[in-house]
């Protein structure tokens, strides 16, 4: 791999990480589907710089599908079923076609994961599932040599998770 490819990619994965942290700090499901648009292009292009190409197209097809749920939220809508399956189906294909090994499923499953919390509109939601899809980047990262991505997914699992606790947790306990 060039090397210049290579540190190209840490640091993408430095500013996505920004992104994805301001991410889990939105109120509202619009802010963090605005944040993920910016996060899933500059993490699909460091996957591309690693020539880890289950993890690029798969993001690639997530700023897509995050585009669409941005513009069904703007309008007070909500994405039919349809639109679901499309994206989960797009993201198998993906899966497929650039599958190298069992690692590839994770990206894949990761990402399939956040397509269905972010369908629905419940962020406490999207927050438990930011937990559990960084658990499953970070281990991808190591695998594919994403370094400095594996270290944001663990700062972005601690953004969620305190996102989880201002929103959702402290907020149950207010109302009590």
Known sequence: MNEIFFILAQILAVVAFGLDALA?????KSGILMMG????????????FLGAWTGSISL????????????????????NRYVLVIFISLLIGAGIYTWENVSSLLPMVAMITWTIASW???????RVAEILICI?????????GAYASCLTELMILSSAAIGLFRHD?????EEE
């Open 24 to 28: 889990m700090q939105c109120k509202k």
């Open 136 to 144: 499953m980047w970070i281990i991808y990262d190591l695998l594919v």
């Open 37 to 48: 648009i910016a996060s899933n292009m500059t993490y699909a292009l460091e996957y591309a």
């Open 120 to 126: 629905q509109d419940n962020t406490k939601w999207m």
């Open 60 to 79: 690639a097809i997530g700023t897509v599908r995050n585009i669409t749920y941005f513009i069904f939220d703007k309008k007070g809508l909500k994405p």
């Open 169 to 173: 947790i402290r907020k149950k306990e």
